[in-house]
């Protein structure tokens, strides 16, 4: 069974940075694309980025592609989402998500989900 643990949420500042950290366990990720969702307050969980875990193919939103970069350790099983020039309306929920095969868009297409970390962006 997979294990996804988010870290790293908290509240920031406008214009500020933060790295969001997702560690995966309970088996073997060479074959497994991660992604990141967010869900705000009233809305529907959206796509963030994904990356695949050997080939290091990504995808990310419109809305973050120049802000945001999702990177990988494949010694430590984690993936990393660092976010540059927060605004208020990134604030959400951020959830780690993982499946077998290749970055895809659809929170449908990944069966495995963390509990989520919160990042609220102050103005």
């Known amino acids: 069974q997979v294990h996804l643990v988010e870290s790293g949420g908290g509240l920031v500042q406008a214009g500020g940075s933060q790295r969001l950290s997702c560690a995966a366990s309970?088996?073997?990720?060479?074959?497994?694309?991660m992604a990141w969702f967010r869900q705000a307050p009233g809305k529907e969980r959206e796509f963030v980025a994904a990356i695949t875990w050997r080939g290091g193919d990504t995808l990310q939103a419109v809305s973050v592609k120049d802000r945001f970069t999702i990177a990988r350790d494949n010694a430590k099983n984690t993936v990393y989402l660092r976010m540059n020039n927060l605004k208020p309306e990134d604030t959400a929920v951020y959830y780690c998500?993982?499946?077998?095969?290749?970055?895809?868009?659809?929170?449908?297409?990944?069966?495995?989900w963390g509990q989520g970390t919160q990042v609220t962006v102050s103005s």
């Open positions: 998500a993982i499946r077998l095969g290749g970055v895809v868009r659809s929170m449908n297409e990944y069966p495995d």
């Open positions: 309970g088996r073997t990720f060479s074959a497994y694309t």
